[in-house]
């Protein structure tokens, strides 16, 4: 059974899908957020994640968010659950959907509501520190500056508190559409996401307050207009996987050529080279410049090692299928120049990573569809004249103008990876701070250029690229724990994913 994707929005365009929404089912905002609240009552109910034993609070703030939590405790209340809205705003500060849903907790549960101001918040602070649930409803995806005041004092305590956390669709003082926290915001064990991830779910710092996250869906239509963006899952990128012939050659699977190397990091080709043999391809060549042959020791048998001269680089790039460019390159050698030009000349399937990516900024003219780049935040702002925190604050928006203005594949690396090209969009999240290591980045280089060797598009190289690569090293993680795993690890784990990937289908 194919398996839907998740789909990824923006802030904006989750607002634009919601007026959207109500014009096509002739329905109220007020009716989206009774289908919100009651989605996530029924979840909690049904999950068996709240108990009638425990008392519940709910933060709520003035505007749909907390809206979406006065019909929470609304359900609450009226199944038996011990349950207090603690309101930010008095009506008439409160957005007129989330009032209406106030009068609506008032009417059956009057008792069920505190308002909150500098009086009582020492003594519901105290209540919050003994809570059993805590909900955040204060923000929602909207918000973008610093906490502060009572807001700041109440996520505190929820964060000291030894509740079970659940935000609504994001926690409050996470960035809904970059993912960043400036000062504080609540560390949920639960994220309760409305229909569509947002960047904010997704990116930077939310990795570390989002907990496990749960996409609810309340029937949102998303207009046709909208770009295609989605949140990849192993299960997503198996089908992907071709059947090999019995009947085959090395040459059948490819050859992929890995330029790099230099005095200072020789090794750092031969982890992409052996990556993109461990991910299928028939043959691996590493091309070094021979001004820098001396220092380079093969220390795999598999791996060839042939040399070049200056720009002149035909001689090893016979029966090639793909190239990788970049891995241990260092900045110095002018050489590389003509290199990455001769290169972009060809119609040969091209990945770009570390060093590479210096020099491919003066052709970025040449760039093609089957070329790939895989930078990091601070690379990608270096090829692309934008400071780092420019790229941090709009990545989406960033990253998606790139593509528009230059016909490549760019895979954002990062806690959640980025991949964007040919108008398309997709996200793959799984955080490993043990990948957070010295040849990491030539690894995917390698596996990426793998596939490309084998005949994969662009576009599901990436995939198959950034999703194994992730599989593998989150496998040696669970071998080697996250302070001592090494890139090399991650390489051994490699072939291993790609067999529970095709033993999902069949095709082995």
Not at 235 to 246: D, E, G, T, W
Not at 408 to 430: E, M, N, S
């Amino acid at each position: 059974m194919k398996r839907k994707f998740y789909e990824v929005v923006t802030v904006a365009e989750m607002k634009e899908a919601e007026r959207h929404t109500c014009e096509v089912l002739g329905i109220s905002p007020a009716a989206l957020m009774e289908r919100a609240g009651a989605k996530i009552f029924n979840f909690l109910n049904d999950k068996k994640l709240i108990a009638r034993d425990k008392r519940a609070y709910i933060l709520c703030g003035p505007g749909n968010n907390g809206g979406d939590g006065l019909v929470l405790a609304r359900y609450m209340a009226k199944n038996g659950y011990r349950v207090k809205a603690i309101l930010f705003a008095e009506p008439g500060k409160m957005t007129k959907e989330a009032e209406e849903k106030y009068h609506r907790l008032r009417e059956i549960s009057g008792e069920s509501i505190v308002f909150i101001d500098e009086e009582n918040a020492g003594e519901i602070i105290e209540e919050i520190l003994k809570a059993g649930y805590i909900v955040d409803a204060l923000f929602g995806t909207g918000f973008s500056r610093a906490v502060e005041g009572l807001y700041l004092e109440i996520i505190a305590a929820a964060n000291a508190s030894a509740a079970t956390v659940f935000s609504v669709d994001i926690p409050s003082g996470v960035n809904g559409d970059n993912g960043l926290v400036t000062g504080a915001a609540v560390k949920a064990d639960y994220t309760l996401v409305i229909q569509y991830y947002k960047p904010g779910n997704l990116l930077n710092d939310s990795c570390d307050y989002c907990g496990l996250q749960i996409v609810l869906s309340i029937g949102i239509i998303r207009p046709e207009t909208q770009r295609s963006r989605h949140y990849l899952a192993p299960v997503h990128i198996a089908s992907i996987i071709k059947p090999r012939r019995k009947n085959s050659h090395k040459y059948d699977h490819g050859k992929a050529v890995v330029f790099g190397g230099s005095r200072p990091m020789p090794g750092a080709p031969f982890l992409a080279a052996l990556a993109l043999l461990k991910s299928g391809a028939g043959i691996a060549v590493m091309a070094v410049n021979r001004k820098h042959r001396r220092y380079i020791t093969p220390v795999r048998p598999e791996i060839i090692v042939e040399d070049y001269r200056g720009g002149n680089i035909g001689n090893v790039l016979t029966k090639a299928s793909a190239a990788a460019f970049g891995p241990g390159l260092g900045r110095g050698d002018k050489a590389n120049y003509r290199v990455i030009k001769r290169l972009l000349s060809l119609s040969l399937p091209l990945v770009i990573d570390a060093d590479g990516l210096f020099y491919f900024k003066r052709y970025l003219h040449l760039a093609r569809e089957n070329v790939v780049i895989t930078p990091h935040y601070g690379e990608f702002a270096g090829l692309f004249d934008l400071s780092v925190d420019d790229a941090l604050s709009s990545p989406l928006e960033t990253l998606e103008k790139i593509t528009r203005l230059y016909p490549v594949w760019v895979v954002l690396k990062g806690p959640t990876t980025i991949i964007a090209g040919d108008g398309k969009t997709f996200f793959y999240r799984r955080p490993n701070s043990g990948m957070a290591t010295a040849g990491s980045g030539d690894v995917l280089t390698g596996v990426i250029a793998g596939f490309l060797a084998q005949g994969y598009s662009a576009e599901d190289a990436c995939k198959l690229g950034v999703v194994i690569h992730s599989l593998a090293g989150y496998a040696a993680r669970k071998i080697h724990g996250e302070h001592g795993m090494v890139a090399s690890d991650i390489i051994a784990r490699i072939p291993g994913e790609i067999l529970n990937l095709v033993l999902r289908t069949g095709k082995r």
